[in-house]
DNA sequence: GTATCTGCAAAACATTTGCAATTCT
DNA sequence: AGAATTGCAAATGTTTTGCAGATAC
């Protein structure tokens, strides 16, 4: 995705496009991995030599508010964030820690809850060794 | 479950039953809650004053250990745990906070994972609202 | 009496908050 | 100038670790 189509959309949005604001939605678009907050600072610390884990937690808040990234709690200590908010499940490497999207053709799921249970969202979370570790 | 029959279980999964770890193992058995650290904690210490949470957190992490406790990442902020180790589905209730027990027989997942992805775990979580607050 | 277990205090992280300085218009 | 944004420092909350004292066999 070009700057230029970033910036219109996230004006769409009603979100002020400010540098870092951009570069944490392209770098969120670009990788589409699932990172969590210390990696997106890592990663863009070195280009933005001023950038905060702060600025980095309120333009995560910032987007989920908006509904354009969805928390993952895939992992027990930290939260991971997803740009993708379609319906898709995600697998997660326990040899190599590397979380893949699987998209939605790969799995069916026939939720037929209990009378009075009334689903908004789910997640599928599903562990074990991916392609490249087994 | 009596005292008796969690004394006999434990010793056989090769856990000494010590006092603190039988009533926690009582309590997930009882109460079949998906309590935090902090639930348990608070809801056992009353009746055993001794109690820390550190005993919580090594009890909880044994009892993982040997495969008897699930960790749930339901929640974004804290680990809850579940005694239930069979599959199931759980429903968090964005109301009232409660997380239910969905038996298998309300969910049918068909996983076919592109090839080389081996599954040896999943979790399903969906969040909405219950019949209590429905 | 030796192993293990417990629990306090401190440390290690993840995340949020208060607020002053900066930036944008 | 005025409003929003950034980022530092401190606070909060969860989980882990080190270690000394207590408990169990």
Excluded: W
């Amino acid at each position: 995705m070009e700057t230029e189509a970033a910036v219109s959309f996230l004006e769409k949005q009603g979100i002020k496009p400010s540098y870092p604001r951009l570069r944490i939605y392209l770098y969120l678009h670009e990788r589409k991995n699932h990172p969590s907050v210390d990696m997106i600072f890592t990663d863009l610390s070195p280009e933005i030599p001023t950038l905060s884990k702060t600025t980095v937690y309120n333009t995560l808040n910032l987007l989920m508010e908006k509904g354009i990234v969805q928390a993952l709690t895939i992992e027990e200590k930290e939260n991971r964030y997803d740009i993708d908010t379609s319906v898709h499940t995600h697998f997660k490497c326990e040899s190599c820690g590397e979380i893949t999207d699987i998209p939605g053709e790969y799995t069916n799921i026939e939720l037929n809850l209990p009378a009075g249970f009334l689903p908004r969202e789910r997640q599928l979370y599903v562990y074990g060794t991916c392609p490249g570790c087994s």
